[in-house]
């Protein structure tokens, strides 16, 4: 299985600043994913980011709220922007080798905008 | 993607086997089945997954109907440290669009 590390675990922000999320995952992956998951709910995916191509962003999510880089096959950023307590929520980075094989996930950045 | 439905919450005495229901009935021929438990304040851990054999590991069983419009999963001997909550999803096989939408799931208590 893969290794998926995220940074910050947890961190607790001013609003109208904004965090950027790093995940780093110990192999290759071809598919990465950002999920949202609020207190109590299930998770919700952001965007699907795939190396080599933009960021495919879900409905209710826009690029300039959250702003994703894949640089290369092992690492992924998220960027939550122009925070607002709404925004308080644990987010989780994913990761697929393949659309064949399973996907890994991190442990999560809870974030607390105040 | 496919829509799933999951009970909300089932209970299940410790060493007995869990048996969850997964109903999928609009899948298509590309799309796999998959099942992941999230345990309290972790991330979602994969399972088990098919498209349309059953199939077993160290972890799990997973039975899918042969028109695929529901599947069970099962835990053989549950343990205390099953309690979780169990996702069932669909997943298109292709890369684009291959992505994991999670739904409610079911809350599994495993009970002394």
Redesign the interface.
């Known amino acids: ?1 893969a290794v ?1 590390s995220q940074k910050p675990s947890r961190d607790i922000c001013q609003r109208g600043t904004s965090l950027t999320i790093q995940c780093q995952v110990d192999s290759q992956v ?2 990465m ?1 950002w ?1 949202r998951q609020q207190p109590g709910q ?4 952001i965007a ?1 980011a ?1 190396q080599g191509s933009e960021a495919t962003y879900e409905s209710g999510f826009v690029i300039d709220k959250f702003p994703i880089s894949r640089p290369n096959l092992t690492f992924s950023t998220l960027t939550v922007s122009n925070m607002s307590p709404e925004d308080s929520s644990i987010y ?1 980075c ?1 990761a ?1 080798w ?3 094989t ?7 950045t809870r974030l607390t905008v105040v | 993607d496919a829509k799933t439905t999951q009970p909300t919450s089932m209970d299940c005495a410790e060493g007995r086997a869990a048996n969850l229901p997964c109903n999928h009935s609009t899948i298509s021929g590309n799309e ?1 089945v ?1 099942w992941y438990r999230q345990i309290h304040s ?5 399972i088990i ?1 098919g498209l349309k054999n059953n199939e077993t590991n160290e972890m799990a069983s997973l039975i899918i109907t042969e028109d695929r419009k529901s599947s069970t999963l099962i835990l053989p001997h549950a343990t205390l440290r099953d309690t979780a ?1 169990y ?1 069932c999803i669909v ?5 684009s669009g ?8 079911t809350q599994l208590t495993v009970n002394p």
């Open positions: 299985s998926i071809t598919m994913f999920y299930s998770l919700t995916l699907t795939n989780l994913s697929s393949t659309e064949n399973e996907a890994f996930f991190g442990q999560g | 796999y998959y972790q991330g979602p851990q994969y997954h909550v996702y997943r298109v096989r292709e890369t291959s992505r994991l939408t999670f739904g409610e799931g």
